[in-house]
Structure formats: structure tokens, C-alpha cells
């Protein structure tokens, strides 16, 4: 099986945010890679509109 091919982007965040963020990720033993990829996954599912 082929892996994906990812692309890399800047994200800013407030500090509290951010920390926040990253005790979750430890938490639930993921990446904030994961957790910000599936948060757009379902904003982009949530705003596409149908065809």
C-alpha cells in the first residue's frame, strides 16, 4: 500500500491554546498532527456542499 503524500503548512496559535493542545495530544496518546488533521477533515466535511 502507497503511503499518502502530505504537504506541510504553518499554523499560529495562542500560547494557551497551544499548550492545552499539546497535553490533549499526550493525553490521548496522539500528535497534534492527528488531532488538527481530523479537525479539518470535519470542518471541510461540515462546509462542502453536496454535488
Known amino acids: 500500500m502507497e503511503k499518502e503524500k502530505k504537504k506541510s503548512t504553518t499554523l499560529r496559535l495562542?500560547?494557551?491554546?497551544?499548550?492545552?493542545?499539546?497535553?490533549l495530544a499526550v493525553?490521548?496518546?496522539?500528535?497534534?498532527?492527528?488531532?488538527v488533521e481530523a479537525l479539518v477533515i470535519d470542518y471541510i466535511e461540515k462546509h462542502t456542499t453536496r454535488r
Not at 495562542?14 to 497535553?23: M, Q, S, T
Open 14 to 23: 495562542d500560547a494557551r491554546v497551544l499548550k492545552k493542545l499539546k497535553l
Open 27 to 35: 493525553e490521548q496518546e496522539t500528535s497534534i498532527q492527528s488531532i
